[in-house]
């Protein structure tokens, strides 16, 4: 079988038990493999990084992250579907995200939270606690 025909055949199982937006995330991430052009068998980690590196380059961490796990849920769906035997997206390595730091509330924000709970001892007491956590 055909790497782009083991695509579709993945969408067309997806599109009975997944919302039609991940359908359209899948394929979109998806679609670079097709120049492949092999059998999925014969799909090799060498295979995945050159098409790894026909993604754009202006693409941002977390766009490529997702084409990563695209890739694997394919691959692991192959397995289970016993058309291949290992996943070769095993070989290749995810891609390293940025940290990001936890969301916080506006200093202005907070203290209007607490002028108004100020009158109420309890409600103080919490959002001082959350407010230091």
């Not at 782009?4 to 997944?18: C, G, N, P, R, V």
């Not at 679609?31 to 790894?52: G, H, N």
């Not at 202006?58 to 394919?74: E, I, M, N, V």
């Not at 996943?87 to 924000?109: C, E, H, S, T, Y």
Request: charged share 30%; with cysteine; net charge neutral.
């Amino acid at each position: 079988m055909k790497l782009q025909q083991a695509i579709q055949k993945f969408i067309e199982a997806q599109d009975k038990i997944s919302a039609p937006s991940t359908i359209e995330w899948y394929t979109k991430r998806l679609t670079p493999l097709f120049p492949l052009d092999r059998d999925l068998e014969s799909v090799t980690p060498d295979d995945l990084r050159s098409a790894w590196a026909g993604l754009s380059s202006d693409l941002s961490p977390f766009t490529l992250d997702g084409h990563y796990r695209a890739w694997r849920a394919f691959f692991n769906w192959c397995i289970q579907q016993e058309y291949i035997e290992r996943n070769p997206v095993k070989k290749l390595k995810r891609p390293r995200l940025p940290d990001q730091p936890p969301k916080a509330i506006d200093d202005d924000d907070l203290e209007r939270m607490l002028t108004t709970a100020y009158s109420n001892r309890r409600d103080y007491a919490l959002l001082c606690f959350l407010a230091i956590t």
